[in-house]
């Protein structure tokens, strides 16, 4: 599995395989990111392909905002599969900017999605969602990565 972070450039191989993890990012270096467990995750079922992750590899609080969306925006248009993972906290990571990345891409048959039980404020996307595909809204971030890496194969 090859990463990509933000932090250094994004040589995608537009041939292979790639997964761009969409979702809320943390604000602030004490909010834990939920993508290292969707590396971890990835790891266990040996996937072999490219995985975007839109956060920095080294941590810092402040980061140049045009360099990171254009790199965004590079990664969303070119990978193969968008996996939109929004375990939103209103204070910690209220994922306004995935709204309107998941809106830009609802309709897309790249894109798979899912939320933790509970996670507020996803009604309207479920909904979104559920307009344009019959796959299932995951509720666990392990049965959406495993449903992704079935798509791929």
């Given at each position: 599995m090859k990463t990509f972070y933000s932090d250094f450039p994004l040589d995608l191989d537009l041939n292979q395989?790639?997964?761009?993890?969409?979702?809320?990012?943390?604000?602030?270096?004490?909010?834990?990111?939920?993508?290292?467990?969707?590396?971890e995750i990835l790891e266990e079922l040996n996937y072999d392909g490219q995985v975007i992750v839109p956060e920095?590899?080294?941590?810092q609080e402040h980061i140049d905002y045009i360099t990171q969306v254009e790199w965004e925006n590079y990664?969303?248009?070119?990978?193969?599969?968008?996996?939109?993972?929004?375990p939103r906290n209103i204070e910690t990571m209220p994922a306004f900017t995935?709204?309107?990345?998941?809106?830009?891409?609802a309709d897309s048959l790249r894109t798979f999605y899912g939320r933790p039980d509970g996670s507020p404020k996803n009604r309207y996307l479920?909904?979104?969602?559920?307009?344009?595909?019959?796959?299932?809204?995951?509720?666990?971030?392990?049965?959406?990565?495993?449903?992704?890496?079935?798509?791929?194969?």
């Open positions: 395989k790639s997964i761009f993890l969409a979702g809320p990012t943390p604000r602030s270096l004490s909010v834990k990111s939920w993508r290292p467990e969707a590396l920095r590899k080294v941590k990664g969303t248009e070119n990978c193969k599969i968008l996996v939109f993972w929004i995935t709204n309107v990345e998941f809106g830009r891409y479920d909904w979104l969602y559920k307009k344009f595909h019959t796959n299932k809204i995951h509720n666990n971030l392990k049965e959406l990565l495993e449903n992704v890496c079935l798509t791929l194969t």
